[in-house]
């Protein structure tokens, strides 16, 4: 079946670190990929997507990229804040499916 | 900002009893669906609603797992006889049509069964 693997369960960095996140997909067909943040007490919100016709998406600083050769996608960020302190999951959807997440990089950004 | 509105925030409940939530869609969005999140951060896809109809559930063969999306009222989800395995936050997110990758999601409801 389709799947989404996240191998970065934590990353910590300092203020103005280079943020880099990798996700790897299997799929049946093209999917939507995804990027999603969770601050504590809060549902996952939609932070990027990539469609296999565009390879990237930029959005609140963040950039996502998508490799179709090694069926991965990623997400960073230049210069990361406090602030951006979060559990990120990336996601694949299939058109009238349900998302599949992967199972999240907590990244914790100390002043 | 997401205008799902998810409640109770926190359910606690012994083992046996059944946990009910409910969730409020957004305005507009048809499209219903139920996640569980464990705390090890991984999703699970429950059931999802278009309407009142039910497009996708996971097999549901234990038969405790129950979920409704009423007209006029909000959806629900219901355990009926809660396990300690249950614990976890239950996601509700509303989307404007089935094949939509723009899913909003509520900030959840904390089961936690004692």
């Known amino acids: 079946g389709d799947s989404v693997t996240q191998k970065q369960g934590q990353v910590t960095l300092s203020e103005d670190d280079f943020l880099f996140i990798n996700c790897t997909y299997s799929?049946?067909?093209?999917?939507?990929l995804l990027w999603y943040v969770q601050y504590p007490g809060q549902g996952p919100q939609l932070l990027l997507k990539v469609t296999t016709a565009n390879n990237k998406g930029i959005s609140r600083g963040f950039e996502a990229t998508y490799d179709k050769g090694t069926t991965s996608f990623h997400l960073q960020k230049a210069s990361v804040q406090e602030s951006d302190s979060a559990v990120y999951f990336c996601?694949?959807?299939?058109?009238?499916?349900?998302?599949?997440f992967g199972t999240g990089t907590t990244v914790s950004v100390s002043p | 900002n997401s205008k799902v509105i998810q409640t109770p925030r926190y359910l606690v409940k012994g083992q046996g009893q059944k946990a009910k939530m409910r969730c409020i869609p957004e305005k507009g969005h048809p499209v219903v669906f139920w996640y569980q999140q464990n705390k090890n951060n991984e999703f699970k896809f429950l059931i999802n609603?278009?309407?009142?109809?039910?497009?996708?559930q996971i097999d549901m063969t234990e038969k405790r797992f129950s979920a409704e999306c009423p007209s006029n009222s909000p959806c629900s989800l219901e355990i009926q006889s809660s396990e300690a395995g249950d614990s976890a936050l239950y996601l509700c997110?509303?989307?404007?049509?089935?094949?939509?990758?723009?899913?909003?999601f509520g900030k959840g409801t904390r089961l936690t069964v004692v």
């Open positions: 609603f278009q309407n009142q109809e039910v497009l996708q």
């Open positions: 799929t049946t067909t093209y999917p939507t």
């Open positions: 997110a509303s989307s404007l049509r089935q094949a939509n990758t723009e899913v909003f």
């Open positions: 996601a694949v959807y299939q058109g009238g499916r349900a998302l599949i």
